[in-house]
């Protein structure tokens, strides 16, 4: 694997990093006020909008899906550098088209749409004139195995009629948000329990779907591109809409989930540079007891780990991203699991010590850190929890040993 950037990824990085110190960085303040100023939070701010125009004007547009023609003809490996410097802030991925969950649908729309289902939604998707939702897990059940979904998807003449209700439904309630593709089961007498799903495009607007709440993040309602609980009565939809085919389900998610884990590892790390840099200054500018902070042991470990531990987690995406493109997710999946456990561990880990450094200002919203660590927690669950990832690695290592002796070697 090499490490320089080509020429293409220099160029775009260099520009990157340019317009995120020329219009994201002073603009912080200004989108908290305009956020908390709206009359309503689930709407689009005029300043993301003004941004996204400046972005898309300066060629820093749709760079995430790699190998496609809609894309920025980024591979993973090339992306990873990009979505590292946008997750510097939490919301400027949707500065360049580039964020939660509108990537992965856009993903899910180029791979297995149909051209109708393209013309549709993934070019409003990719002009970002609309956003999208996706709606898999279920209050109800343990969606980690999402055999378990029960959302009904029942065929009725030309039409599919979908009961069901999802949550934790990322962008669903934010009023841009205008399709959701649906997960859930089609043909659940099926005898292989991963042909009994499939997904769905639903029209937000469709009648029977009824967004009941937004669902709030250790008590921040993360708008206007949170989460909702969405129940779906009786809604139809024309049979036109199914991706793919019934009972593909199972194969669209594992499309979906590879890259939109690493998008989400790679922000991570982005997060966590933001958050060491945080630290430092901090460190430098503080006084107790007649030393600086930074002069202190225990600040000083705590900043080398932070350090070690950033640079550990990049290395092991930038990994994963190689081998997803030299080999295809389905070979790349222990890495991408690996990466899932490691990257919101290290995140959580490093705002937490931030969090210390700060002391009392480090749990209020003034210096960002408490709605960083809510954020970087919750990561732990987001596309499958760390149990699921730990033993997709476990069952992968072991496989590797159950044609050879079992006796242990010194």
């Not at 125009?53 to 003809?73: D, I, M, Q, Y």
């Not at 999802?166 to 009023?175: F, L, M, Q, R, V």
């Not at 456990?341 to 200002?361: E, K, N, R, T």
Request: hydrophobic letters at 40%; aromatic letters at 6%.
């Amino acid at each position: 694997m090499k490490f320089e950037h080509s020429t293409k990824v220099a160029a775009l990085l260099s520009g990157l990093r340019a317009f995120m110190n020329d219009h994201v960085y002073p603009n912080e303040a200004e989108w908290e006020r305009q956020h908390e100023a709206a009359d309503d939070r689930w709407d689009r701010l005029p300043l993301m909008e003004d941004l996204k125009a400046k972005a898309r004007a300066a060629g820093l547009w749709n760079l995430a899906l790699a190998h496609s023609e809609h894309g920025g003809g980024l591979t993973n490996l090339e992306y990873a550098p990009l979505a590292e410097e946008m997750g510097r802030v939490h919301w400027s991925s949707e500065i360049f088209n580039c964020s939660a969950p509108d990537t992965g649908n856009m993903e899910v729309l180029d791979r297995y749409g149909t051209e109708e289902q393209k013309t549709s939604w993934l070019r409003p998707l990719l002009n970002g004139e609309i956003r999208s939702a996706f709606c898999m897990t279920e209050p109800d059940v343990a969606s980690s195995d999402a055999t378990n979904i029960r959302t009904e998807i029942r065929r009725d003449g030309d039409d599919y009629v979908i009961n069901g209700r999802k949550w934790w439904s990322t962008g669903a309630p934010g009023h841009a948000c205008k399709i959701l593709i649906v997960m859930g089961q089609s043909d659940p007498d099926n005898p292989d329990r991963h042909q009994r799903q499939s997904q769905i495009l639903v029209p937000k607007n469709t009648p029977g779907v009824t967004v009941v709440r937004p669902l709030k993040l250790f008590g921040y309602d993360d708008a206007p591109s949170g989460h909702g609980e969405i129940v779906f009565d009786n809604v139809r939809v024309p049979a036109a809409n199914m991706i793919l085919g019934p009972g593909r389900g199972f194969e669209i998610a594992q499309g979906r989930l590879g890259p939109g884990r690493i998008h989400h590892c790679m922000r991570i790390v982005g997060q966590a540079e933001r958050v060491l840099e945080k630290m430092c200054r901090r460190a430098l500018g503080r006084t107790a007891f007649g030393k600086s902070l930074a002069s202190r042991t225990v600040t000083q470990e705590r900043i080398a780990e932070a350090r070690i531990r950033i640079d550990q987690t990049r290395l092991l995406v930038l990994a994963a991203a190689d081998r997803m493109d030299r080999y295809g997710n389905k070979v790349a999946r222990g890495d991408i699991a690996a990466i899932k456990v490691a990257a919101p561990a290290m995140l959580v880990q490093v705002v937490d010590w931030a969090i210390q450094l700060f002391g009392a200002a480090g749990v209020t919203d003034d210096v960002g850190l408490g709605y960083a660590f809510a954020r970087a927690r919750v990561m732990r669950f987001v596309d499958g929890p760390d149990e699921v990832h730990r033993n997709t690695i476990a069952k992968l290592e072991l496989n590797k040993y159950r044609t050879r002796s079992t006796e242990v070697r010194a």
